[in-house]
């Protein structure tokens, strides 16, 4: 993930919005993982959210909190 301010609380689904418009994205009706996964492939990284197992090892991501606890 980029280098980002690690989160210390979930992003709500506004605030993802927010991030995929800045990213040039539209995020539609889009529901949260499936456009978090669309930025996360327009950054150029793997769409790996939700998928970490509990084992992650990129501390910068700003999905990072809500990810350790999604499972997919």
């Given amino acids: 993930m980029p280098e980002t301010k ?5 992003m709500t689904i506004a605030e993802i ?3 995929a418009k800045q990213l ?3 995020p539609g009706k889009m ?3 499936e456009l978090i996964h669309t930025m996360q492939v327009a950054e150029g990284y793997n ?19 809500d990810c350790l606890k999604t499972r997919l």
């Fill in 24 to 26: 040039g994205l539209n």
């Fill in 6 to 10: 690690v989160a210390e609380k979930s």
């Fill in 47 to 65: 769409p790996c959210y939700g998928r970490s197992n509990g084992q992650c090892p990129y501390m910068e991501c700003c999905f990072r909190v």
């Fill in 17 to 19: 919005r927010t991030k």
């Fill in 31 to 33: 529901n949260k993982v």
